[in-house]
């Protein structure tokens, strides 16, 4: 994002390319340079002024004054060919604007009107060396390249010095770049959720391939994850797909096989299939040039999908380790400072009264303490690029554990492909708040954790030896946003008392038209 200092240079050059130009102007007393520096002059301080307001729509681009001096430069260079000095300003102020793109882009512009209009104004009468012209655009042209390559290297030194000094710049830069996001978004035909784009990237593929089964994926990191498929989806049907997607991908190139395909589609999916029918026999190739084209726009909505998806993952990882240092340097400390307080007053009691009542308010700091700490723990854990959900979770009984001094045994059963982050991220929070619930609120002496992911579905159970269901506090959510996070990925969860003692929060997600596949791999681990 340009700065006020960029655009104090590219003004400072804008005021001597008009001196430089305005002294042999005023000179010659000739028409037609003066009206081109007087057009120069007036262009260049509306771009100040807007610019100086912050008021950026309004400010001409650097391609439309490219273009703009391109044509006084032809008008007036016949008069005064010291005009041509103000090619030097449009590169310029397009580096510090955009950045060196623009200012190629700017180049062209400004050289394209200069010689266009020119040679339509000037044509080749008598007089008209077009030779020494074309040699001083040319000049002037490279002159101001060269001053944007060197100015690039100050701007691009001047911003990291000032985001080194200012730890909000990367929060203002974020800011300017989410309202243009905002702006945008009135524009977008669909929203940016990945399954639904994904859903109709199969209606697409559908259309022009009949297909009894079908599936999106994604790759994340060294695997593929399912983000979308067919409702009808069988078990045996999506492990054919998930193979034919691997080895699409694997090659890089289409493959079929039997009556299964598989081919890329955009930059990052990976869409799979098969055909009606289960015989073995040799069938037409599907058309995949035509799919990718017909496939061409839902390609782009889903990669952007994406992007959006995992920039949303990193804000608010950011935001939460933000949180957690704010916590820990600040409330956490001034809590622990009481409770020095509270250990100096106590060391002289007045009586055995007030001696009860400091040990008691000192066993009250010390859980203060202690669930501010707890929480600083919740907001710093989150599942990494390359840890899988019941590692997280895992990590997470582990802390609680050492803290409570209460035994969490935690039973993982995972397969290698991943849930999509935004729900591994719900699957994991839900888990996090039920064993801090448990740790808290349960009294128990012991906690059982077991987590099954079979990506596209999976299943979390927190079983514990407490006192049971309670009646709800009037400040507890905890409940509340456990079922709002389920329901927000299409997740069941249950809630109930065990048998003996003690209560059972289970999770459970499901792929759409998935019954069989996870229940059957349910049923294999709880009988072990």
């Known amino acids: 994002m340009p700065t006020g200092q960029s655009f104090a240079v590219v003004a400072a050059a804008r005021l001597f390319a008009l001196l430089a130009i305005g002294a042999p102007s005023l000179w010659y007393h000739k028409p037609g340079a003066l009206f081109a520096l007087l057009t120069l002059a007036v262009l260049w301080l509306y771009q100040v002024a807007t610019v100086t307001k912050r008021d950026l729509e309004l400010t001409l681009t650097p391609a439309v004054e490219a273009a703009a001096v391109g044509v006084v430069c032809a008008l007036g260079m016949q008069d005064s060919p010291a005009i041509l000095a103000a090619l030097v300003v449009p590169p310029l102020y397009a580096t510090a604007a955009v950045g060196l793109r623009t200012m190629v882009r700017a180049v062209a512009f400004q050289l394209v ?39 690039s290297v100050t701007f691009a030194s001047e911003q990291r010095w000032r ?8 929060y203002r830069d974020a800011q300017h770049l989410i309202k243009q996001l905002i702006e945008l978004s009135g524009n977008l035909s669909s929203g940016l959720d990945v399954s639904a784009i994904g859903g109709e990237m199969l209606g697409v593929v559908g259309d022009h391939i009949p ?13 593929l994850t399912p983000v979308a498929s067919s409702a009808d989806l069988e078990p045996s049907d999506a492990d054919a797909c998930e193979k034919l997607a691997i080895d699409a991908w694997a090659r890089g190139e289409p493959v079929t096989a039997g009556q299964g395909f598989a081919f890329a589609a955009g930059d990052s999916a990976i869409v799979a299939g098969l055909r009606p029918g289960r015989d073995a026999i040799k069938v037409a190739e599907p058309p995949f040039e035509d799919l990718r084209t017909a496939l061409a726009p839902s390609a782009v909505k889903f990669d952007t999908a994406l992007l959006f ?36 007053l ?27 700490r707890r929480s600083v723990m919740n907001l710093r854990t989150s599942i990494g690029e390359n840890e899988s959900l019941g590692a997280a979770i895992s990590a997470v009984a582990r802390h609680l554990s050492e803290a409570s001094a209460i035994p969490i045994r935690v039973r993982l059963d995972e397969q290698p492909a991943r849930l999509r982050p935004e729900i591994e991220a719900e699957l994991f929070r839900i888990a996090q708040e039920a064993l801090n619930n448990a740790v808290k609120h349960a009294r128990a002496t012991a906690i059982d954790v077991r987590c099954q992911v079979y990506a596209p579905e999976a299943r979390i159970t927190i079983a514990d ?19 709002e996070r389920a329901k927000l990925i299409g997740a069941q969860l249950t809630v109930r008392d065990n048998a003996s003692r003690g209560l059972t929060v289970s999770v459970v997600l499901r792929a759409p038209g998935g019954h069989g596949h996870h229940q059957e791999q349910t049923q294999s681990l709880e009988t072990r």
Do not use: C, N
Request: hydrophobic fraction near 45%; glycine fraction near 10%.
């Open 113 to 151: 009107s200069v010689v266009s209009i020119g040679l339509m104004w000037h044509g080749r009468g008598e007089g008209t060396d077009w030779a020494e012209w074309g040699v001083s655009i040319f000049t002037w042209s490279m002159a101001g390249v060269g001053l944007s390559l060197v100015a």
């Open 163 to 170: 985001a080194s000094l200012d730890p909000l710049s990367p």
């Open 211 to 223: 297909s009894r089964a079908l599936a999106v994926y994604v790759p994340r990191g060294d695997a």
């Open 309 to 344: 998806s995992h920039f949303r993952d990193v804000a608010s990882a950011d935001e939460r380790q933000r949180l957690a240092r704010e916590m820990h340097d600040g409330v956490a400390q001034d809590i622990a400072s009481l409770g020095y307080l509270v250990d100096a």
């Open 346 to 372: 106590a060391a002289r009691p007045a009586d055995e009264q007030q001696a009860k009542q400091f040990a008691m308010l000192r066993e009250r700091v010390t859980k203060v303490v202690a669930e501010v």
């Open 465 to 483: 030896d407490g006192v049971g269901m309670q009646g709800g506090r009037a400040d507890s959510h905890g409940l509340k946003i456990m079922r």
